[in-house]
């Protein structure tokens, strides 16, 4: 896993990659995710790339969705969202844009003048 961590922006990343890497045949490193991971390497490294995706939108809304995805070592936003949408229920773009809104709501709070006249109270 500190290998797809380090390299999880390699578009090349995949098992005869990380088999390469590690001296070990594309069985044994299959066999070893199956057994410790419950899942494909493949599929850990593509759950490792939604989750940076995940936290990146969520950390730097301001960036261009485009360049997150790339970031991340997707191929192509089509593809991304689609995987993005199958693990998190919700489109890329649209949860960049909520995103996108959260942040701005924040920053609006934290420079409002009279922030405690913000808050709800019922």
Not at 16 to 24: R, V
Not at 25 to 38: K, L, N
Not at 96 to 120: C, G, K, M, N, Y
Request: proline share 2%.
């Amino acid at each position: 896993m500190d290998l797809i961590a380090d390299h999880h922006q390699n578009q090349n990343l995949n098992s005869q990659w990380l088999s390469h890497q590690l001296h070990l045949s594309s069985i044994s490193v299959e066999s070893a995710f199956m057994h410790c991971r419950g899942r494909s390497c493949a599929m850990a490294i593509q759950a490792y790339r939604l989750s940076r995706l995940f936290e990146g939108i969520t950390c730097q809304p301001s960036l261009p969705l485009t360049l997150q995805v790339a970031n991340c070592g997707f191929d192509s936003l089509e593809i991304s969202d689609r995987e993005f949408a199958a693990e998190f229920g919700i489109g890329l773009v649209q949860f960049h844009q909520v995103s996108q809104r959260a942040a701005e709501d924040r920053q609006f709070r934290q420079t409002h003048p009279e922030r405690q006249a913000l808050i709800i109270n019922e």
